[in-house]
């Protein structure tokens, strides 16, 4: 048996130690590092989930020219030789990289390097963009840096935390671990959650402000006046720290004179205002989190630097247990912003409009030519795309194709692109289906590197798996075209840990404390101790060699005076308000168990069992309004487009408002994309698009037939207007529905099912009259696929049918009851799944509340097994006590 393995999670900004294993029996098996400080042995259900989803199936092994298999060598001439035919013709403009926060620092590294040095474009964008990039502009604006102030030892220190447009119980799970084991340890911590939907998050909280969307500036504004009024200004920080808070007071008294004008403007009690303002006032140890529901906004700045302006008027910044804090979203986010990833950055937190610094760094890199201006951010660069203005565009571990807003438009854009080259790790997305060159990169497990948490904490990931096929690290395929294109000297990278060392000598150069991001300590680091990195936060210099756990505690700041900035801003409303032709306002984000397009998740039975389809939560009022039942297919529209999906119906929904998950594509459903419906409106400042806020109309999609479909092979179910699959144990699982009802369901149930074999056995029950047809096929026995068909809603329950796909043979009960939808003996359904790590369902759950007398997340636990596991199931469970 292999040893474990210390690596990093690839999920969320957490950046969770894993302990990884390879077994004899190629199972891989993963618990969380407990000697690891940030999430110190805990992990979420997507991290303790990573073993189900290494496994080679759908794997891009070798790379594509226009659809055929080809050798590196021939793959590598032909994207060096479109780079360079675009760059004589064209110019260097007339290129793009678009990038990701699932690449290592050392892979983002070397494309950063290649595009602005030796291209000489800044036409390089990440889809960090996407989910940072506003809290990004708001600390260079405020700090002088991009420069996060806290660590995650804050929470345990706070006497009160904020989370604003967080749902950290699902999108960043370990942190709410630690929050409520704060809680638990001091009884005395407040926890106040700002959201206009009632999650998971705020349900444990001791206030939820469930706002109007898009009011948090006034909000904090508001907050801003009434701290000043209280006499909370931290009058000996704000003159030495500090400049512009008469500026900044005066704005925000204009667009928040009183507490009425705000409780107003946010949509809430005033009683609810004055509790939040008080409380806020009255503890000093404030950490106040802050994630998407802030930045994907058309004025994601502002709201940034309001929030920031509260904690620099009372001084609750750069002291233990206070502070602003930005949750990341992606794995390596920060590591990007570390290496130049986005297009208004330089390498090192260097600015490309200062001559010194970009003068300074083509010398340290011995570059040909340097970009004198700023490149084009995500939506624009898509939309230069589509114009024909970069004609060679290269996209590396990210799927723009569903996660940019009008996804319809890029796809468009990258159809016609003269030349795509997509590097990933799978080998069939929405968006290598567009393109013209693959490349096959690796993925977790394989990949040797560093990545940056949210809390500014340098970890290692670490390969314990060997690559499939021809399948490379970003970073030596980068070096590869690099050297085909001439630049081989500089590009000559064997290891990461060369790589590592130059990005840590360029973080010191010219430093002297101007810029925060200084890792100068690494830049002789051993390969051993290269290997052997054990996680730290930067800055990592000789003067702080075991890094530094919170900013700022000096009153010193990055700006050219050494103050912070109090920023003015104003209140604004989203671009697109609804209007009689779409009345809703339409929201998107993530669930519990899965990660960004399904890619990795969407191959893990367990995780999937939590949302096995696409759905729109709406509040009970308006599908009262627009006739739509629970559990009804429905279809979302709005100017740009339209999805089907499921409808939930849920209290915790804002009246008014609806929430569709980001998650689905074409790959596992026929029209769910919510991208589809959002416009590319962005922030003039970030280039962060507004996800947030967009604008919908509702109606219920009514079906000649509806049904669902089990198999152990993939299939793509012809003639369904409406299919969504999700992965179950040892099958897939397909929920459908189509207008047209074939003329012989038996034969197209065999066109679906492939009964074809000698070996088949086939079983299948009609019912013409009531337009009800079920079969099953069976290969040697075995159950091999199964198809049920109604002309409504009223399906049987498909958990026990996916359980006799475990079995090598069913016996004849379960063959005469399999057709009936029914175990034989019980009909007990156990619903939907709540714990993923343990299996049990909502049904499960509740018949314990109330016939068994369960009442409390211990006992639950204790008794079903439920919450027991990671834990991120346990604000469901609890709602579920509450409802009783």
């Known amino acids: 048996m292999a040893d474990e393995t210390r690596t990093t999670c690839p999920y969320c900004g957490v950046g969770c130690g894993i302990l990884a294993r390879l077994e004899d029996s190629g199972r891989v098996s993963v618990r969380g590092d407990p000697e690891h400080p940030s999430n110190q042995g805990r992990l979420c259900s997507k991290g303790s989930a990573l073993g189900e989803t290494v496994g080679h199936e759908g794997r891009l092994v070798s790379p594509i020219l226009d659809g055929q298999p080809a050798q590196w060598d021939v793959a590598l001439d032909r994207v060096a030789e479109a780079l360079q035919r675009s760059v004589r013709e064209h110019g260097p403009d007339s290129v793009a990289f678009y990038v990701s926060g699932q690449l290592l620092t050392e892979d983002y590294y070397v494309a950063n390097k290649l595009m602005k040095g030796f291209i000489g474009s800044a036409n390089i964008d990440t889809n960090s963009r996407l989910c940072m990039s506003s809290a990004v502009a708001a600390h260079k604006r405020a700090f002088g840096a991009d420069a996060v102030p806290c660590s995650y030892q804050d929470l345990e220190r706070a006497q009160l935390i904020v989370l604003a447009g967080s749902n950290a ?522 996800f947030k806020q967009g604008r919908a109309a509702l109606r219920e999609r009514r079906y000649a037939w509806y049904g669902f479909l089990f198999s152990r092979r993939q299939l793509r179910p012809e003639g369904a207007e409406y299919w969504a699959r999700s992965r179950g144990e040892g099958l897939w699982r397909y929920e459908l529905a189509g207008d047209l009802e074939p003329e012989d369901w038996a034969a197209t149930a065999r066109d679906y099912l492939c009964a074809e074999a000698s070996a088949v056995g086939w079983m299948e029950y009609i019912d013409r009259a009531a337009n009800r047809y079920r079969a099953a096929r069976f290969v040697r026995g075995e159950l091999e696929s199964c198809l049920f068909i109604g002309p409504d809603l009223e399906l049987p329950p498909r958990e026990w049918i996916e359980l006799l796909f475990a079995r090598e043979r069913l016996d004849p009960e379960e063959r005469v009851s399999l057709l009936s939808g029914y175990a034989p003996g019980q009909r007990e359904d156990g619903g939907r799944i709540v714990c993923a790590c343990h299996g049990v369902g909502e049904k499960r759950i509740l018949k314990g509340i109330r016939e068994e007398g369960l009442d409390s997340i211990e006992g639950i636990a204790g008794r079903l097994a439920a919450g027991s596991g990671c834990g991120s199931c346990v604000p469901e469970i609890r709602a579920l006590l509450e409802a009783g």
């Open 169 to 690: 119980a699902w999108c960043h799970p370990v942190l709410y671990q630690r929050i409520m084991q704060s809680r638990r340890d001091n009884p005395d911590l407040q926890l106040v959650v700002i959201d206009p939907r009632a999650t998971a998050t705020a349900g444990s909280a001791d206030l939820h402000l469930a706002l109007r969307p898009g009011s948090d500036t006034l909000l904090f504004n508001g907050l801003l006046v009434y701290l000043e009024q209280a006499g909370e200004r931290h009058s000996l920080f704000v003159e030495r720290s500090t400049r512009d808070a008469e500026e900044a007071l005066a704005l925000a008294r204009q667009d928040a004179p009183d507490l009425e004008r705000v409780a107003e403007g946010c949509g809430l009690p005033l009683e609810q205002v004055q509790r939040f303002y008080r409380l806020f006032a009255r503890t000093e140890r404030v950490v106040t989190l802050y994630s998407q529901g802030i930045n994907q906004s058309s004025s994601g700045v502002d709201k940034v630097n309001a929030i920031i302006n509260c904690h620099l008027l009372s001084g609750r910044i750069g002291r233990p247990g206070m502070g602003p804090f930005s949750l990341t979203g992606q794995p390596n986010a920060m590591g990007g912003r570390e290496v130049g990833g986005l297009a208004n950055q330089l390498a090192a937190h260097m600015e490309i409009g200062n001559p010194e610094q970009r003068d300074s760094l083509r010398r340290f890199w011995q570059a040909p030519r340097m970009p004198r201006y700023e490149g084009l951010k995500a939506v624009n660069l898509f939309d230069a795309v589509e114009a024909g203005k970069v004609r060679v565009l290269w996209v590396m571990a990210t799927n723009p194709a569903v996660s940019l807003p009008d996804s319809e438009r890029v796809r468009r854009a990258l159809a016609h692109c003269e030349t795509l080259i997509v590097s990933d790790c799978m080998a069939d997305t929405d968006t290598t289906a567009l393109a013209d060159i693959l490349l096959p990169a690796t993925t977790w497990g394989e990949r040797d590197g560093t990545v940056t948490s949210s809390e500014r904490r340098i970890s290692r990931q670490r390969p314990f798996l060997q690559p499939p096929g021809l399948a490379r690290p970003d970073w030596w395929i980068l070096s590869q075209v690099a050297a085909r294109m001439g630049f081989g000297d500089a590009f000559a990278y064997r290891r990461p840990a060369d790589i590592f060392r130059e990005h840590a000598a360029l973080s010191g150069l010219s430093n002297r404390g101007v810029r925060a991001f200084d890792i100068s300590l690494y830049d002789g680091l051993s390969d051993a101790a290269y290997d052997a990195l054990s996680p730290r936060q930067w800055p990592l210099t000789g003067a702080q060699p075991e890094g530094c756990e919170r900013l700022f505690s000096e009153g010193r700041f990055f700006t050219p005076d050494g103050r912070a900035r109090l920023v003015p801003v104003t209140s604004q409303s989203p671009r697109y308000l609804p209007d009689p032709d779409h009345p809703l306002t339409l929201n998107s984000g993530r669930v519990r168990d899965h990660w960004h397009t399904l890619t990795r998740t969407g191959q893990s039975a367990r995780l999937a069992r939590h949302t096995v389809e696409p759905y729109v939560e709406i509040h009970p009022r308006d599908a009262d309004r627009y006739r739509v039942r629970d559990g009804a297919l429905v279809e979302v529209t709005s100017p740009r487009g339209r999805v089907t999906v499921r409808a939930r119906l849920s209290q915790s929904q804002r009246p008014g408002s609806l929430f569709v998950p980001m998650h689905w594509s074409d790959r596992f459903a026929a029209r769910a994309r919510v991208n589809a419906l959002l416009p590319a409106v962005t922030d003039p400042l970030s280039g962060q698009p507004e």
